[in-house]
């Protein structure tokens, strides 16, 4: 899913995701009557929450604790006489014993056999073209414009749209889209797939080890390029997959079908014991560029670029000690049924029977009521006990009460210590840091993956947790969120949970050869010479 830059029409009390609570955490000087400082009001607010964050998350412990003291102070005035009385009293139940210990034994082990496998991620590459590919914004404008294709204000507009968007000058576009004049056919974008796939895949099966024939499901996904035979049968095909290989080929889900196919991965690992899953997300360029002059049509071109990725799960136990990730959650909504809502992403024909994809003015409103959706979900699988009781007295206060009081947004970062959040643009990113309240280093993945590859669809997700691995963040314990959108329309989440600590120096992916470089300072306007 992309953004729409250019805001005109937009409901500015729409366009955000959600509604956010602000306080302002400056100390309050004005002093009373009694010439006394007002010390409540001093306080700040933030420690007050973090206070009591902390005093309800260890409220088990803190009541536990007079009890264990208790029950230690008893344990200590027992005598021998005691303990023997208790010993004998112990041998006269001895087949209670049994039966309770051996009840004890069945019921954890039926639990362990008929709960849900568990997922892992082994690792995952992502693909980084060729040099030969990059795009400067300057060459993307002159590439546009040799085209013939574009109106004087058109070329304007795409101007001011790169210009705002958030890209970089190294970001990737396939041969046929930088060739003057342009070749978009099918054999150049079966070539631009075949590049992107199988330049991911052979970087992760040389990473992991595992042999292509040890694969038993298959999930490839891209939205707008959909062959015969599908995506998915050229992977088989290339790597001679086992013929009982689960496979599939998603198609038409937009920028958030990478989380679609990671749960459908997941889904068939419950059923298929001792197996590995390959996922791999990526969007085409080649067949999808827009030739036309209707703007909601050109921003895609202002905004997509070249890229993919490869995920490798696993449901073996053994594979647990050298997987990256574990996989706690996916939660997806999908808000199709609603007509707004399905039409704001839309692949159609404009005047001149040029095919491209619109999108709605409605775009960022339709956004954020699905992601108010799925973090309603997400919330209570994954925030602490003090923050969803704060939401629900909120709710009773505003539902059964009926006060007049602003919806208590929960505070994510006490779930999770990094947040991969789809780079569809500039837009959506600053509407979600100021909607869940992240900071420039929540952020810092998504926006430096907008910086340096562009919007590459699904696949983005992956080069943001890239990117928080090349910078050495990656600590065993530490949650990471996946957030992304798309056509539909769809908000899809996944949760990891990092099972050691990540090594850049052992690291080999797109960001490790320029990490140095980054953070840069992206300018709100990067003016195109």
Not at 322 to 341: E, P
Not at 431 to 452: A, D, F, G, Q, V
């Amino acid at each position: 899913m992309v953004d729409k830059e250019n805001k005109k029409g937009l409901d500015p009390g729409k366009a955000s995701p959600s509604v956010r609570v602000s306080v302002d955490p400056r100390p309050e000087t004005r002093r009373s009557s009694h010439n006394l400082p007002n010390f409540l009001l001093s306080v700040k607010l933030k420690y007050v929450k973090l206070g009591y964050h902390y005093l309800i998350s260890n409220a088990m412990y803190i009541f536990l604790l007079p009890l264990l003291l208790v029950a230690s102070a008893h344990l200590s005035t027992l005598t021998a006489d005691d303990l023997a009385n208790l010993w004998d009293q112990l041998k006269f139940n001895l087949v209670a014993i049994v039966v309770c210990s051996a009840l004890i034994v069945f019921v954890v082990t039926l639990h362990f056999l008929t709960g849900p496998r568990r997922v892992y991620l082994v690792d995952f590459e992502c693909y980084k073209p060729e040099p030969a590919r990059k795009c400067t914004r300057e060459v993307f404008m002159e590439r546009s414009a040799l085209t013939g294709n574009f109106t004087g204000e058109n070329l304007t507009f795409q101007r001011k749209i790169l210009e705002r968007a958030g890209l970089g000058q190294d970001t990737y576009l396939p041969e046929a889209v930088m060739r003057v004049p342009p070749n978009p056919c099918m054999a150049e974008a079966r070539r631009e797939a075949e590049v992107v796939m199988f330049g991911a895949i052979d970087k992760l099966l040389a990473k992991t080890g595992v042999k292509a024939k040890d694969i038993g499901v298959l999930v490839v996904n891209c939205s707008l390029f959909n062959p015969t035979p599908s995506l998915s049968a050229m992977v088989v095909n290339h790597y001679k997959l086992r013929g009982n290989i689960l496979s599939y080929n998603l198609g038409g889900m937009g920028c958030s079908a990478g989380l679609i196919s990671i749960d459908l991965a997941k889904q068939l690992l419950q059923v298929q014991p001792n197996s590995y899953a390959l996922v791999v997300s990526m969007e085409n360029i080649t067949l999808n560029w827009y030739f036309g002059n209707d703007r909601s049509m050109l921003l895609s071109n202002c905004l997509f670029r070249m890229g993919g990725a490869a995920i490798l799960l696993s449901n073996r136990s053994t594979d647990r000690r050298r997987s990256k990730y574990q996989l706690i959650h996916t939660v997806r909504t999908h808000k199709g049924a609603d007509d707004k809502s399905y039409g704001c992403v839309f692949q159609r024909e404009d005047d001149t029977k040029r095919i491209g994809v619109s999108l709605s003015k409605d775009l960022m409103a339709v956004a954020g009521e699905a992601l108010k959706t799925n973090i309603t979900t997400l919330g209570p699988l994954v925030l602490p006990m003090s923050e969803q009781l704060l939401f629900f007295v909120t709710l009773v206060a505003r539902k059964v009460f009926k006060m007049k009081i602003k919806p208590y947004i929960p505070d994510f970062k006490l779930a999770f210590e990094h947040f991969c959040i789809h780079a569809g643009g500039r837009a959506v990113l600053d509407e979600l840091e100021k909607s869940l309240e992240l900071t420039e280093h929540h952020m810092e993945p998504s926006r430096m993956t907008l910086y340096r590859f562009g919007n590459t669809s699904s696949s983005s997700l992956w080069y943001e947790l890239a990117y928080s691995e090349a910078k050495g963040r990656i600590r065993k314990g530490d949650r990471t969120w996946q957030i992304a959108f798309g056509s539909g329309f769809k908000c899809n989440s996944a949760v990891w949970r990092a099972l050691r600590t990540i090594d850049p120096a052992k690291e080999k992916n797109p960001w490790m050869d320029e990490i140095d470089n980054f953070p840069v300072d992206v300018p709100k306007v990067a003016s195109i010479s």
